[in-house]
Every structure is written in C-alpha cells, then in structure tokens.
C-alpha cells in the first residue's frame, strides 16, 4: 500500500503556480520523499526529490515541512503540458540488490486550465 | 540519450490467448523493472532484474505470466494463457544504480 495520501483532484490556471499536497505521516528517517508524473498515454516521468531540505530544480520546487509528514511540490508557472497525474512517494534510497521499491498510489490528477 | 523503448504499443487479444511485451532499457542500466498499470490506478511492480537475474518477482501472478532478461539486456514479458483482468498499460522502466527509475512509454493490452 502506498504510504502517502493525496487529493484525488486539483486544478489551476495556465501561468500561475500549481501547489500539489501530499501527506506522509509514517514517514522513516531513511525515507526520501519523491514525485513522478504521468502525462497521458505516457510512462511515470520523474520529477524532483528530497530528504528533509527544500530542493528545487528546472521543473519544480519541492518544499517539505520541519517535521517531514507533509510535503508540497510546486509547479512555478503551469502551463497545459503540465496537464497529468503527479504521483508522490516515500521510498529508501539506497544502493542494495533487491532495490528499493516505487509504490505508486493513485496520484493527483492536475488539470492546466487556459 | 535514448529513452526506455516499448514494443509493440498496443495490443489486442482474446482471453485464453498468448501475448508477450519487449523491452529494451537505457544503454548501461543494469536493473530494469516491469510494472502493471490498471486504468485508474498507479503502476504496481511486477518484477525487477539487476542484470539477468530476478530480484523480486513476489507480485508476478507466476502461473501465467512470466519474464526473462537472457543476456542482462533486453526483457520480454508474457502472459499465457491471458484474462480479461491482464487488461492493462505494461510500462518498463531501467535505473544505473536502482535510485532513480526510468520509464518507456508502455503497451496497452486490451483482453476480450
């Protein structure tokens, strides 16, 4: 079972910033908090991660709280093409031969809105 | 770089039927992972490789489907005989380290 809750559904206007939630309160230590989006008809595609600082790269900003149970991924100037399931997971990060799984629940569907 | 590549995209079959699915990972990706994507519903993890071997294949329903990655490669997967349930996106995805995982675009498979 996944071990984050999101809202089923969002949406927001083209050019404003799009603020995805996610709630991981059974969070480990351990644990790094990732995101992936699914764009219709195409495989997860990944998006940002982190521990316990903010990070930010090209796509996306992710913000997590002090306490590390909530968490929000922040698309800075929406446009359509952002239009897709945003799927938030918890996972270890660690190089080991059985791997560490991606446990996908079922996401938040964005719509980008003109 | 190239991307994850999928063959064939789509498919259609009759239940009780064979069908199979190839992959080939990104150039160097040691771990490549096969995924089950139900309409509606994340993808769930069907089974890894770390080259040619199996890792984890605890969610692959064993009496009808099956995965193999000869040459630590390429992977195909089958399913036979197939169920109206094996209706499904069947996504692949590789990683170099088995950090970060990435996808190709997927086959759909239609059971009727």
């Known amino acids: 079972d996944a071990k984050t809750t999101q809202p089923p559904s969002m949406d927001c206007a083209e050019g404003r910033a799009a603020n995805l939630p996610c709630n991981h309160s059974?969070?480990?230590?351990?644990?790094?908090v990732y995101w992936y989006r699914q764009i219709h008809s195409q495989g997860p595609q990944y998006i940002i991660h982190?521990?316990?600082n903010n990070e930010t790269n090209e796509m996306a900003s992710l913000i997590i709280t002090e306490d590390r149970k909530s968490s929000t991924l922040i698309l800075p100037h929406a446009t359509l093409r952002d239009t897709a399931v945003y799927y938030c997971?918890?996972?270890?990060?660690?190089?080991?031969?059985?791997?560490?799984?991606?446990?996908f629940g079922t996401g938040t569907r964005l719509a980008v809105r003109p | 770089e190239a991307g994850v590549a999928q063959s064939p995209r789509y498919k259609i079959i009759e239940k009780r039927q064979s069908v199979a699915f190839w992959c080939n990972p990104i150039?160097?990706?040691?771990?490549l992972y096969w995924y089950q994507q139900i309409l509606g519903q994340g993808p769930k993890l069907l089974i890894q490789?770390?080259?040619?071997?199996?890792?984890?294949d605890s969610q692959l329903p064993k009496d009808r489907f099956s995965a193999e990655r000869l040459k630590g490669v390429d992977s195909t997967l089958k399913i036979q005989p197939a169920k109206l349930e094996d209706s499904a996106v069947y996504l692949c995805?590789?990683?170099?380290?088995?950090?970060?995982?990435?996808f190709g675009p997927g086959t759909r498979l239609t059971v009727l």
């Open positions: 490789f770390q080259n040619n071997g199996v890792v984890d």
């Open positions: 150039s160097g990706h040691a771990t």
């Open positions: 059974t969070i480990s230590g351990n644990e790094y």
């Open positions: 995805a590789s990683s170099l380290d088995e950090t970060d995982q990435f």
């Open positions: 982190g521990l316990k």
């Open positions: 997971i918890v996972r270890v990060r660690e190089r080991k031969s059985s791997g560490d799984k991606l446990t």
